[in-house]
């Protein structure tokens, strides 16, 4: 599968921004996608998850309530609606998957195998 992320700008702190993943290929459905991010200076960080198929999320810490992940298998697209941003939340957004992921591992980085090229968000306070 292949996957190209799109939807980052320059918003201002408060703002909302919804980010696209969208995938070329067979299988869509199997594949569970993440969105991580990396910020200057810092190594990256996962974000958030969809499982394949019936699309459980998964949320890291920080971007509870404020990031909705969704999935439209159709339109092989994953979404990340991200409301009340924050300068601390600027960073390179990167769109990964990984097919038939385990529940448990779907916020680790190294068992996403196809990555997008990243996005730029970039928050102004």
């Known amino acids: 599968v292949q996957l190209q992320a799109s939807g980052g700008g320059l918003v201002q702190a408060g703002d909302s921004r919804r980010l696209s993943c969208s995938a070329s290929g067979r299988g869509f459905i199997n594949y569970s996608v993440a969105w991580f991010r990396q910020a200057p200076g810092k190594e990256r960080e996962s974000v958030s998850a969809v499982k394949y198929g019936v699309g459980t999320t998964y949320y890291s810490d920080f971007v509870k309530g404020r990031f909705t992940i969704s999935r439209d298998n159709d339109k092989k697209t994953v979404y990340l609606q991200m409301n009340s941003l924050q300068p601390e939340d600027t960073a390179v957004y990167y769109c990964?998957?990984?097919?038939?992921?385990?529940?448990?591992?779907?916020?680790?980085?190294?068992?996403?195998?196809?990555w997008g090229q990243g996005t730029q968000v970039t928050v102004s306070s």
């Open positions: 990964a998957a990984a097919r038939f992921l385990h529940d448990d591992y779907h916020i680790v980085e190294r068992y996403y195998h196809f």
